[in-house]
């Protein structure tokens, strides 16, 4: 995080070129789209709106789930934009999708209706999620911010039993929505029995939008104990690529040796994303072990 303070236009437009300028190493404009995304403010959302013909599937996607996070409605055409692009890749258009949901307004349950029809299933259960939690918002009035300063996709649920909430999970034949909320209570719990079955969601082979959201959530946790489950994502070569970006993602928030030495091995890696994924996760290995107060500074 950036330390609270204001900051002029000039100082927003500057940031917003660092994001922009493609000859600067990935690390250095993923530190800038973080600050643009602290500030929050709408030339904030321009600025961010701007890069999103880039060539970087990863940066794109975070992009996009930057904006959701900003909860800024002045988003919102940007996001339906990314979303109804059939050229865009589907990890860039399943967070344009989720952001739309974060950002919760009513406004957005048309087109993602639309969407949760899409013949990508990366792309349609995101969509079937949003609204779920656009829905649920308006219904409960309240929203679904986390103890791990993020908007998630869905409520937690109800109860805190571990093996009730690890059965839910796992269970295929429910709604992704309903083992959404069993995930984030697991995570929530953040014990090593709570992660443990939360790892389990790794294996699950009905959705990979899933298998991503709990790669994402282990990264939050950063648990040493789903290291395992971690790597036999990211180094099995048949994953979707948005899961194994994922899981390299949340080896560098785990941060010790042993996911250094995963991350190294893979940083040449034939996919793209999973490429840069190592790359932004190495560079954050290293704030995690440094004395830096703040990663997003320039």
Not at 31 to 37: E, G, K, N, Q, Y
Not at 162 to 183: K, Q
Not at 189 to 210: H, P, R, V
Request: with cysteine.
């Amino acid at each position: 995080m950036v330390a609270t303070k204001t900051f002029s236009d000039a100082e927003i437009d500057n940031i917003g070129k660092a994001l922009n300028d493609t000859k600067r190493p990935l690390k250095s404009r993923f530190r800038a789209l973080f600050i643009l995304r602290n500030i929050g403010c709408d030339r904030s959302v321009e600025w961010i709106g701007k890069c999103l013909n880039d060539e970087s599937a990863l940066l794109k996607h975070e992009l996009a789930y930057c904006l959701g996070q900003m909860q800024n409605k002045s988003a919102i055409p940007t996001l339906v934009e990314v979303l109804q692009d059939e050229k865009q890749e589907p990890m860039v258009r399943h967070e344009a999708g989720e952001a739309l949901g974060a950002i919760a307004d009513p406004s957005v349950k048309e087109v993602l209706r639309k969407y949760a029809m899409d013949p990508c299933p990366e792309v349609s259960e995101t969509c079937q999620i949003a609204l779920g939690r656009v829905e649920w918002v308006e219904k409960s009035g309240k929203d679904t911010n986390s103890p791990y300063d993020s908007v998630d996709p869905t409520p937690s649920a109800s109860t805190v039993d571990v093996t009730e909430l690890a059965a839910t999970l796992v269970n295929v034949s429910l709604p992704l929505f309903d083992r959404y909320r069993a995930m984030f209570s697991l995570r929530n719990i953040n014990t090593d029995e709570s992660i443990k079955a939360l790892a389990q969601g790794l294996y699950c082979e009905d959705s990979a939008l899933f298998r991503h959201e709990i790669a994402y959530v282990l990264g939050q946790v950063q648990s040493q104990v789903a290291i395992k489950e971690l790597k036999d994502r990211l180094l099995l070569p048949t994953e979707n690529c948005m899961v194994r970006h994922e899981c390299a993602e949340a080896l560098g928030a785990i941060a010790n040796e042993e996911c250094t030495e995963i991350l190294k091995q893979y940083v040449n890696d034939e996919e793209r994303v999973v490429r840069e994924s190592c790359e932004v996760a190495l560079d954050m290995v290293d704030y995690e072990n440094s004395s830096d107060l703040q990663y997003a500074s320039l």
